[in-house]
């Protein structure tokens, strides 16, 4: 028995399936198998319930995958201490990005890290999901919004403003919206990619909180879908600015309601808790953040 098949251990009791944790290391599934059978052996208990469906830990398993956890962090943490002196920046990083920040400027910035170091190469999914990194196998994940898990690290990248809009013929078919409760009697288009307040928008006045209950004709959870509807002037739309920042400049959206704070979120660059964050994501990190502070103005 050594470290590595204890990591071995921790990867199948992660990935919950022998198939899953067989790809992430890059065995065969039988010789996967194979090496947590012979721990067993060695260790004269069972570590792993198997059936047909699905697998799940023995109380044995359960204390074990709490230490040997900790085992595999301390060996990753040993390799990421000494990484910042190595000359030769390489390897992969598996990332996801949320879809608005991605098409924006993640696209181009991530690709000119690429450039800059060549033995680096990063596979980016553009997707809206709270995804679990660890189960995943994603070393970095950027998202909008409060940080859930505790055993995660999150930095801070820049805050997202949201704005209310909607085009100029809606207005003059509609008329103005001058208050909060005018809303609700508005086409508001829900945007419901987010944890709370698809239908219920908040805003801040004088230090004061208030909220609207509203209701339109269409909801979805893909930003850009509701920008085109806004475009097409069917309704008003409560949306990160980002998304609709050059449409707001050419005039084609008004802002509306400018006299309320809207919602303001943070955007992080979230990793799995280390001690020595490696060097090449560290330098990701901060080539994201400079990438996402040029265009502030469209936050």
């Not at 201490?81 to 991530?110: D, H």
């Not at 085009?167 to 709370?196: F, I, M, W």
């Not at 309704?235 to 959206?253: A, F, H, N, T």
Request: charged share 20%; net charge neutral.
């Amino acid at each position: 028995m050594n470290a590595a098949d204890l990591t071995l251990f921790v990867n199948v009791a992660d990935a919950g399936s022998f198939n899953k944790a067989a790809r992430y290391v890059g065995m065969s599934t039988p010789a996967l198998s194979k090496k947590i059978s012979k721990l067993e052996q060695d260790l004269g208990v069972q570590l792993i319930h198997r059936t047909t469906r699905r697998l799940s830990l023995t109380e044995a398993g359960e204390s074990l995958y709490v230490h040997a956890k900790n085992i595999e962090g301390q060996v990753s943490d040993a390799i990421a201490s000494v990484s910042a002196f190595s000359q030769g920046l390489t390897g992969n990083i598996k990332l996801s990005v949320p879809t608005i920040s991605g098409e924006l400027l993640l696209a181009e910035a991530i690709a000119e890290f690429c450039h800059k170091y060549p033995n680096i190469t990063i596979d980016m999914r553009l997707e809206n999901d709270f995804v679990d990194l660890v189960a995943e196998g994603l070393d970095l994940a950027i998202r909008t919004g409060k940080l859930e898990d505790s055993s995660l690290i999150a930095k801070p990248l820049i805050e997202s403003n949201w704005i209310v809009c909607c085009s100029p013929s809606y207005l003059e078919r509609h008329g103005e919206v001058r208050n909060l409760a005018a809303l609700k009697d508005h086409n508001c288009l829900a945007y419901t990619y987010q944890a709370q307040g698809s239908f219920d928008w908040r805003f801040t006045r004088n230090g004061v909180e208030e909220s609207v209950r509203i209701s339109g004709s269409f909801a979805t959870n893909n930003a850009q879908a509701l920008r085109k509807a806004a475009l097409a002037g069917f309704g008003i739309v409560y949306v990160p600015r980002c998304s609709v920042y050059e449409d707001l400049q050419e005039g084609k959206l008004i802002a509306i309601l400018t006299d309320y704070q809207p919602r303001r979120l943070g955007v992080y660059a979230i990793y799995p808790f280390t001690k020595y964050l490696p060097e090449k994501l560290r330098r990701l990190i901060e080539h994201l953040k400079q990438a996402y502070q040029l265009k502030k103005d469209y936050f």
